[in-house]
């Protein structure tokens, strides 16, 4: 069974030990850029692989999707994410368990 | 397995993460806009049939969307229509429908002969127990047996354990877990205003300016109201004030935390008080016309004595006479108590004097389970009262609840001893009108209280209750005090009968044990903690012979010959008891929303009068049982008037001494629900969580050479176990303290804490006694 895993935004404050045990190769994002860098992020992070974004048209808000292969890479990409500077926030929306096709 | 009908699967998942994440996006910032070519082609729902039900665990009561496939419950999302969660869900309610699915769920039932438990058939079990009970009441008399229910009770299930055993059996021997929980909440809320729930409701968290968190670690026991909490400080830069006698996850992410010593929260509200008068902050116009002064009984004890009883006297007070009294809690004098600076008393104290700011006061476990639990609960609503912020929007006064229908089924059904669906058994006009309801003669209902939890459990023990159901609870965990309890379920001429859905220590006491139906897989109510009552449908089919708690009931009803009271028809027997259980609320005060509106929409909030739920009761623009042409009205007390209370600080009955020098304070953690029989059979919170511990301060653990994995040495005066340590893991408890979480059935704590309770509430405390702590 495969039960479709939706952590809301801002819990990552509350769930930090939950986001180390469930292993989720796809995840969606709400990315919040510093005042006034949104563009800024958006580049940055549409520069990562195994990144997709989506900025909100009428708000300082960014849709990220990551889609990594391995453990490894997620690890990598995950630390990557944490050196942007250009970003306030990112808080975890929702988390996949899948197969490769 | 969920398979989308979709060929590229990774496809189809990576566009359900990007509708999750445009979904939550749109609840945080309503009017939010994506280019249309990304709202484009976003998938819908699948395959899945998406059904709303509320959440099967915590009293927030958030709305899940259930997705079915094939008969079987595989996913779970927010609902975005809820008001509650706005789409939003907490990791256990994410999990929620895995808790149906565990290897041992119990399927058929089992009759415990020879020392051993045989599987037989459900007509066999449920003629067992209609004719123990029977018995029971022919050899030993009608109080001889009893039920022992729960706040994740449906509300049909509640109403007809009460209508069984108060209204046809003639006992009141019916009290349910919610006692262990929220009944100083309940008794709080009468004292103070003479009307059981919130007057406020969750939109309060749009408005308030400031959040004071009394001992409650919301983050972790209610993290989808505290997500809304943080929301807000994202959004309008609101403050959050946590006030705990330990630091958790709740004070890491508050603006300001500030630790007390136990029990001392009542020296601190007092002192709060004290600062609102001595600056000028009280709202005298409100406090004239809306409120009255009383104070009561003190040194009540602390129950620890069998058959121990209290009644309070009330008596007028003035508020000269109540300035005078506050002159003992000058925050000097308090920091001098509870370790809490006087600079930080009045730093709380300026946001609820300050005419401008909207203040939300929020509190569970921490002031409930206390042995002056009313008394905290009356001195938070002094705040609020003298200040005049209440029944408004942002201005509240909130006790929260712990479990899903804690509120709809233990409070307004009123499955507690003294309790009646409207009104209490004391009341004579309260009797007739659910004795005319539920078909039965007026006499048959005991205008006596009788066997509250504690006392419930000491009367089996002693052997003046004979029998006992226990559905949905698992009191062999939960107990205070829990070995002279669990010692007594095994003694002679004790029958015992549990309803649950897992093998638990409780089933491990049964002389039967029923399967029961779960959740989804029966058709039920739950209400939550501001008043709203939601529906719930069948979705799939119970395991086995699992039957509803509710239909067990009414079978071993119709057994015992009360046909005529339970003649519902099992095709439409929950639509029947609801309707049924309505005609006692009805009125301006409590309506309750017809069934149709419950199955069209999230919930709604009672008193639902004239098609319109009422979010601020007491408030005559909101509240249309408001009736002194006032723009407040205290309408459950006889004068229209809210009562503040005069109540001092007191100690704990069981304080650190030089032999037991610790304190121990249990409570519960995010991944676990109450005693983990359904979350620990979910592998992902097992994991995360999987065992019990000992949280110990830094310097007290360095003091005795104590590291994390390290097993510690409890010992309370009600015997000793081994811990495994946690040291800045996490929570940190104040010096001289310990905290252990009570999911593990493997370290059952309640072994060592003591069954002290409210004198009022009857509440126990579980958040104090005296521990000696050693490296084992």
């Not at chain 1, 969606?28 to 692989?49: C, D, F, I, N, V």
């Not at chain 2, 006790?399 to 409207?422: D, I, M, W």
């Not at chain 2, 650190?656 to 249990?666: G, H, Q, S, V, Y």
């Amino acid at each position: 069974m495969t039960i479709v895993i939706e952590i809301p935004a801002f819990m990552s404050v509350i769930y930090p030990c939950i986001k180390k045990t469930i292993k989720m190769p796809i995840k969606s994002y709400l990315a919040h850029p510093h005042h006034g860098k949104k563009m800024e992020l958006y580049q940055t992070l549409s520069a990562l692989s195994k990144c997709e974004v989506i900025p909100a048209e009428n708000k300082d808000l960014l849709i990220l999707v990551t889609d990594t292969d391995s453990s490894s890479e997620e690890d990598r990409l995950q630390e990557k994410l944490q050196a942007i500077d250009s970003m306030k926030l990112l808080a975890m929306v929702s988390g996949f368990n899948t197969t490769k096709n | 397995m969920y398979t989308s009908t979709l060929t590229n699967r990774r496809s189809f998942i990576k566009k359900m993460a990007v509708l999750s994440a445009m979904t939550a996006a749109a609840t945080m910032f309503p009017g939010i806009m994506f280019a249309d070519e990304q709202e484009r082609n976003l998938p819908k729902s699948g395959n899945l049939d998406w059904k709303k039900a509320p959440c099967r665990f915590c009293g927030v009561g958030c709305g899940v969307l259930v997705g079915v496939e094939k008969g079987k419950a595989v996913a779970v999302k927010g609902d975005p229509k809820s008001t509650v969660n706005k789409g939003l869900c907490c990791v256990k309610g994410y999990h929620s429908v895995m808790a149906m699915y565990g290897k041992d769920r119990l399927k058929h039932p089992l009759v415990k002969k020879n020392g051993k438990y045989v599987k037989t058939s459900m007509k066999e079990a449920l003629d067992l127990i209609a004719s123990k009970m029977q018995e029971t009441i022919k050899d030993y008399g009608k109080n001889a047996v009893s039920i022992y229910g729960s706040g994740q009770w449906t509300i049909p299930d509640g109403y007809v354990a009460s209508k069984l055993f108060k209204g046809c059996i003639g006992t009141n021997n019916v009290e349910a877990n919610a006692r262990l929980c929220m009944a100083s909440a309940v008794t709080g809320f009468l004292t103070s205003f003479g009307s059981d729930e919130p007057m406020g409701c969750y939109e309060d968290i749009d408005h308030a300016d400031v959040f004071v968190l009394w001992g409650n670690n919301m983050a972790e026991m209610h993290p989808v109201l505290f997500s809304r909490l943080l929301d807000q400080r994202l959004k309008r830069g609101v403050k959050i004030i946590d006030f705990a006698t330990r630091t958790t996850r709740t004070s890491m992410a508050a603006d300001k935390s500030i630790l007390f010593k136990p029990n001392t929260d009542l020296a601190v509200a007092n002192a709060i008080c004290y600062e609102i008068i001595r600056n000028g902050w009280v709202n005298t116009s409100f406090v004239e016309k809306h409120c009255s002064l009383s104070k009561g009984l003190t040194n009540m004890g602390y129950g620890l004595e069998d058959k121990y009883s209290f009644k309070d006297k009330p008596e007028k007070i003035d508020f000269e006479a109540y300035k005078k009294f506050l002159e003992d809690y000058t925050p000097e004098k308090v920091e001098k108590i509870a370790g809490v600076s006087a600079k930080d008393i009045k730093y709380m104290a300026s946001y609820y004097g300050d005419p401008n700011t909207k203040v939300m006061s929020l509190w569970c476990m921490g002031m409930n389970q206390h042995t002056r639990g009313t008394w905290i609960n009356n001195l938070v609503y002094n705040i609020h009262l003298l200040t005049g912020k209440i029944s408004t929007p942002g201005n509240s006064p909130f006790s929260l609840t712990g479990q899903p229908s804690a509120c709809g089924t233990v409070r307004e059904v009123g499955t507690l001893t003294h309790k009646l669906p409207h009104g209490v058994v004391m009341n004579k006009a309260h009797r007739e009108h659910a004795a005319k309801i539920w078909d039965v003669p007026v006499e048959n209902i005991d205008p006596k209280p009788s066997l509250h939890t504690v006392e419930m459990f000491r009367a089996l023990d002693r052997g003046d209750l004979r029998f006992m159901w226990i559905q949905v609870t698992n009191p062999m965990v939960t107990m205070p005090k829990l070995k002279r309890y669990r010692d007594a379920t095994k003694k002679e001429g004790r029958f015992i009968v549990v309803s649950d859905i897992y093998p638990t220590p409780t089933t491990d006491i049964a002389d039967v044990i029923l399967p029961s139906a779960m959740w989804i897989e029966r058709e039920g109510m739950y209400g939550n903690s501001e008043r709203r009552t939601q529906y719930f449908e069948q979705m799939v089919q119970p395991p086995g012979e699992a039957m509803s708690d509710t239909w067990q009931l009414i079978e071993v009803a119709r057994r015992m010959g009360f046909e005529k009271q339970f003649a519902y028809k099992e095709e439409t027997h929950i639509e029947e008891i609801y309707n049924e259980y309505r005609r006692h609320h009805e009125g301006k005060k409590h309506g309750m929303a017809p069934l149709e509106v419950l199955k069209s929409q999230p919930g709604a909030m009672w008193p639902y009068v004239d098609g319109k739920s009422t979010q601020w009761r007491f408030n005559s623009t909101y509240d249309p049982a408001c009736s002194n042409g006032e723009d407040f009205h205290f309408y459950g007390k006889p004068d229209g008037k809210a009562v503040i209370w005069q109540r001092p600080y007191e100690p704990a009955p069981e304080e650190p001494d030089a032999e037991f020098d610790f304190w121990l304070c249990t409570g519960r953690v995010v991944e676990h629900w109450h005693s983990g029989s359904m979350t620990r059979r979910i592998p992902v919170l097992h994991r995360a969580m999987p065992e019990g511990y000992v949280e110990l301060h830094p310097a007290d653990a360095k003091r005795m050479q104590i590291r994390t994995g390290d097993l510690v040495k409890l010992t309370t005066r009600r015997g000793s176990m081994k811990i495994p340590a946690a040291v800045n893991q996490r929570g940190v408890p104040v010096k001289g303290q310990v905290f252990v979480p009570f999911f593990d059935e493997n370290i059952l704590i309640n072994d060592l804490t003591l069954d002290a309770f409210c004198p009022i509430s009857k509440q126990p405390d579980y958040k104090k006694c005296a521990v000696k702590v050693e490296k084992a």
